[in-house]
């Protein structure tokens, strides 16, 4: 897998400050008619209150190679990003990479699998007169893919609750922690605020995920003694 952060908004006049936070300052300051501190305050109280939408000031722009279709069916689900992605009309997939999940034994016999697709697929393309895009129905979720993704601040720190979970799939949650490691480079606040749904409120994690819990946080439930007066609340949403 190849994570590579290509490009993040920048002013239209430079200045010294590279951070793209520094632009969610300015915007936020109008809110409160202050002015832009050096520390980013008022971008990172609006964080901490929830005034998340200060945040879609700034975009950041990766380019991912190699990892699955497993993990494009996955990613695409998210409606706030912007993609372009290899396509399986207009590319071959003779001889296609793929990702393979396995260890060991378990993995020679993936890879012999994997070899017998891509001879079914060039079976289909060569005797069967079939195009790219009717033969790649035999093509697997392994197969791997590259695409480009853009998203704004909040966006990529909302996904990251769902995607840097424990729950998340392997191949996702690691792409999720490459783009925190790129994004540091530049922002490291955004990049802090990269967490699991668990660690969102720094000062109250819990974990989300009820029997599916990792044990890394308590569950809301071992935390929260809901008092008589909000028992209708809390009745309401169970
Ligand atoms: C561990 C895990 C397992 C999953 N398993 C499945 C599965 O088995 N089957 C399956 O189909 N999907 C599954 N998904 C995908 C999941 O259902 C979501 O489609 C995906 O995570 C995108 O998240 P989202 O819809 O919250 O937010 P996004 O599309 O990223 O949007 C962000 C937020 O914007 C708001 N929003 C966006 N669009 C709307 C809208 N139309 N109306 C109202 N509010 C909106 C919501 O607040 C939303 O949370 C899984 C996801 C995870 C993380």
């Not at 632009?23 to 109280?45: F, L």
């Not at 793929?98 to 079976?123: L, R």
């Not at 005797?127 to 979720?141: S, T």
Request: charged share 25%; net charge negative.
């Amino acid at each position: 897998m190849t994570v590579d952060l290509i490009a993040y908004t920048q002013r239209v006049v430079p200045t010294s400050d590279k951070n793209p936070l520094d632009i969610v300052e300015e915007a936020a300051s109008i809110c409160y008619n202050s002015s832009m501190t050096d520390d980013y305050k008022i971008a990172k109280g609006c964080k901490a209150s929830g005034h998340y939408s200060v945040l879609e000031h700034i975009n950041f722009t990766f380019y991912v190679k190699d990892v699955s279709r497993a993990l494009l069916a996955q990613i695409s689900r998210h409606r706030h990003i912007s993609m372009s992605c290899r396509s399986q009309r207009y590319c071959s997939e003779d001889g296609f990479k793929y990702v393979n999940p396995f260890t060991g034994e378990d993995a020679d016999v993936f890879d012999n699998m994997m070899s017998d697709i891509d001879t079914d697929y060039q079976i289909l393309k060569k005797y069967h007169n079939a195009k790219n895009e009717d033969a790649r129905a035999v093509l697997p979720n392994a197969c791997c893919t590259e695409f480009y993704i853009t998203m704004n601040a909040r966006a990529l720190i909302e996904m990251s609750h769902l995607r840097l979970c424990s729950r998340a799939q392997k191949e996702i949650r690691e792409m999720f922690t490459e783009m925190k490691r790129e994004v540091a480079q530049v922002c490291p606040e955004v990049a802090s605020w990269m967490v699991p749904s668990c660690e969102a409120n720094p000062k109250y994690p819990f974990c989300p995920e009820g029997r599916g819990c990792c044990g890394r946080h308590p569950l809301l439930a071992d935390v929260y003694k809901p008092i008589e007066k909000n028992k209708e609340v809390v009745d309401g949403n169970t």
